[in-house]
């Protein structure tokens, strides 16, 4: 047996210890399969005192994280520490510098840095490889990057964060509102305190921009993602959706658009006959639409340390192979700058659900929005008054462009008849 | 651009022309992607005359098959001649001497010969890759072979044989009888004239053997699968397996079990909570389950001539990219030998139904043949007459050993009670 793969590994959390867990539980099959020994050589956190559950006396401690990217024993860095820019961003680019290979689950330094890094990966002839940072265990990454990669894809959706999907899954089989759900899910450790980056599709973005990069080879784009998650999603709307035969699931959505690359994340109707449809509680699932090899689904854990420490070193075994090359598929030199579609031509059907003032001439007011804008109506629902009072009014569209319905929208901005925000959302077809 | 990965081509079928219209289509993507081009140099099939509605006229023709072996501008050849021996088998052969790399779809000369071919590989340093052998254009060898690779498999299966599917799914949804259907799909070329090796097991079988040694890293041992089909299930198994929250699914299974590697293709009770229940059609799926990552899904089209290009297409743009290493995850010689489980020891509930003759003390036959052999019995369900005046018995047993039943069926054997074979299915837990 040739010699191990000597990795260092900075940031000791849930995903951290799950590495230091695998390797050890299952490091001499992991040599059988990489060909050589992948052994962890030094690792850093911020705090070394902290019980973490797993013995970590027998690795050597590095105080600086910053100085794993000059370790003289390590041919490859993880870098777990998390955050797109500070410390994470630092260790990234020292690491590649210094021509090791890198190895991140760091979603969000990624949608921010991470045509940058590959470009420095290139630059040194190292590895960037980050299976960890997209739907957790879920081989999603090397699915694009490879099992796919003799197709145009058309479209590549699914559901990025398990946070929202298990709120939504659990207000759907227990009828609750959101705020609700949210705060059983933060006690339960499945949100986080501060849950924005997941409930506000800001994760899911992170994701949805890296597979977008490698379906459509196209350079990361990560502000052109259209964003927005499930915070003001009633239980009501659930209710609506499935007498219609629907569930709501806030899906990632990149698809090449008569040549623009369109990228949103935002809450969707799927219909129960989609596989997407029975995906529950902190599962993740990606669908991948290929011109010759038609729709395939990856399914399975989107988070956890076990999942994600799985697709950790499951890159860690990539590179003990030799089995790796540009970390987008292609080299940086050859990706493309793509161009934001315009989501107003963008055809579909859409749910719109509005809160109104139970009084006469609402409906009347929303029916002529619509009309005036050109949308035409597939089916319209007005259900009994709510506890304070107000009316809701669940409208599905014909298919039409996009553009239609925030014409509608607009014109309705202000009204007296509306009390809050409409919800718009999106059916997948 | 570097220079180009040069194809020979063998065997002009489906699968063979998909692959010329995949490489002419996406030519130019593949070549970005995989950093040179793909060019097919060389064709080879029995009858050049055929019509096969794609172009061949721009490709060097060559009578001898065997001689893409030989021919000097070819830097690897894919094999889509078929069938496990003869000219498959020693171009496969002939192709791997002359050191260069072979891609293959041919499941049958895996199962029987993967080893051997493997080994030849090794040997000349070049490729062998088969992710068409298994589950048509959904990349499942990558997915086993790369990434679940850190975790320690317990078990894998899946639906392997789309035309089992679309024949269960077809009984499923319109309540007819299994020959009933089976015409129906020969007359629409979703099953082969001689449907046997389909039907009965045989090719989910030879793609289970595949499956298993990637995941428990054993040598592919065919000869150990316990196979059988679906050929005797009745529109009332359906029905049976429908009322009790089941879906019946021809499923592929390898597990380790207590060390022993068990392996059987069997149609199966698929509990309706799990998503293979929602698989229909010719749609494939394949379930690992890994000891971190926990389980993983991957499904899409098991056949046609797209998605099993597409996979071909895959391993060659690995191939172009140089990201290959040993076709079964590790050097044959780190591979295990396997011992086969004993399959009376493993533990599970099953579904077994009898028809039986309309009289007097039948149902008192048979539960006593269970009680000897210390089956427990969960439930019975005796429907009322067919149109022979037969009968049938369901029954559904609580956990045991498969012993058990066994011994009962053994008891039962050659009863007159009993009008032909019970139907012994196992409920997938």
Known sequence: ???????????????????????????????????????????????????????????????????????????????????????????????????????????????????????????????????????????????????????????VYGILNGTCNFILTKMEEEGRDFAEVLAEAQALGFAEADPSFDIDGVDAAHKLSILASLAFGTRPAFADVATDGIRHLLAADIAEAAALGYRIRLLGIAEDNAGGLFQRVHPHLVPTSHPLAHVTGATNAVVAEGNFVGRLLFQGAGAGDGPTASAVVADLIDIARGEFGPAYAMPVDALATPTPADTGERRGRAYVRFTVADKVGVLAEIAAAMRDAGVSIESLMQRGAMADGTVLVAIVTHEGPERSVAQALEKLRGSQSLAGQPMWMHILA
Chains 1, 2 share one sequence.
Do not use: Q, Y
């Open 1 to 155: 047996m040739t010699k191990p793969l000597r990795v260092a590994l900075a940031g000791l959390g849930t995903v951290g210890g799950g590495v230091i867990r695998l390797i050890g539980a299952n490091g001499a099959l992991i040599a059988r399969r990489a060909g050589r020994p992948i052994e962890i050589v030094a690792i850093s956190a911020r705090d070394r005192a902290k019980d973490r559950g797993v013995d970590i006396s027998r690795f050597e401690w590095v105080d600086d994280t910053n100085a794993l990217a000059h370790h003289e024993d390590a041919d490859v860095v993880v870098e777990l520490v998390g955050g797109s820019d500070g410390p994470a961003l630092a260790l990234a680019r020292a690491t590649l510098a210094n021509g090791k290979s890198l190895v991140t689950a760091n979603k969000a330094m990624l949608a921010h840095h991470g045509l940058e890094l590959a470009r420095a990966a290139e630059a040194a002839k190292v590895a960037l490889k980050f299976e960890a940072a997209v739907a957790g265990g879920i081989p999603v990454i090397k699915g694009l990057r490879e099992g796919a990669a003799a197709n145009e894809i058309a479209r």
